[in-house]
């Protein structure tokens, strides 16, 4: 009896360990599909607005997985955006802007509130989703003049976590097995994930200034 007891139970931990693994794997094949898509280009459109080059990227969403998950905990989260000009052929960067902003996220409203890190005078609250991703994008108009007057450019946004929100150094080692259970079934990447934007090669000519409209 006994000697069946152990089989019994032996088979039942083996069963429930192979569950635990598979469910971790589920878990990893999903955040690597997250971080996947969230690190493909969407598109970018710029208006010339007088001396400023104005941004848009309604495509962009940033406010979604893992950082989503911890607003809706009730936890505020650091984005990073950053906003380039680059000569079309070659690549060579001749301008960049670069914004840190905290969302925090209000349960009962069900509204974003969103902060310059650097400047706690703009700010913006009651916010939807679109909205607040709509509002970060607008604080990275660039200068016209920093855009080539006689070369194609392109306009890069990037957009990354700030270091606050990146995973615990003290992970648990995947070197054991309980630690790879672990490893594949946190919350959040080992690395931050990013998004970005690009736009269509362009020439400042061309660019219709809507202030003259």
């Not at 974003?112 to 607008?138: G, I, M, N, Y």
């Given at each position: ?17 192979r ?47 893992p ?5 809706h905990?009730?936890r ?36 974003f ?49 700030g ?10 080692s ?16 080992s690395?931050?994930p990013?998004?970005e ?5 362009l ?11």
């Amino acid at each position: 009896m006994d000697q069946r007891y152990s089989t019994c139970e032996s088979e039942r931990t083996r069963t429930a360990i192979r569950r635990g693994l598979c469910a971790a794997l589920g878990a990893a094949v999903a955040l690597a599909v997250f971080v996947h898509l969230s690190a493909q280009p969407s598109p970018l459109t710029v208006e010339r607005d007088g001396d400023l080059l104005r941004l848009r990227a309604p495509q962009l969403d940033f406010v979604t997985g893992p950082p989503l998950a911890r607003l809706h905990d009730g936890r505020s989260v650091t984005y990073v955006l950053t906003a380039s000009i680059q000569i079309h052929r070659g690549g060579s960067r001749v301008h960049g802007l670069t914004r840190q902003v905290i969302f925090s996220y209000d349960l009962w409203e069900e509204r974003f509130s969103v902060v310059q890190r650097d400047d706690p005078k703009v700010a913006a609250s009651h916010l939807t989703t679109a909205a607040a991703e709509a509002w970060c994008v607008h604080l990275l108009a660039l200068p016209a003049r920093a855009a080539p007057a006689d070369k194609a450019f392109v306009v890069k946004l990037e957009c990354s976590l700030g270091e606050e929100n990146a995973p615990a150094r003290d992970a648990p080692s995947a070197a054991t097995f309980t630690g790879l259970i672990d490893f594949f079934s946190r919350k959040e990447p080992s690395a931050p994930p990013r998004w970005e934007a690009a736009s269509l090669p362009l020439r400042l000519a061309d660019l219709a200034d809507k202030t003259r409209k």
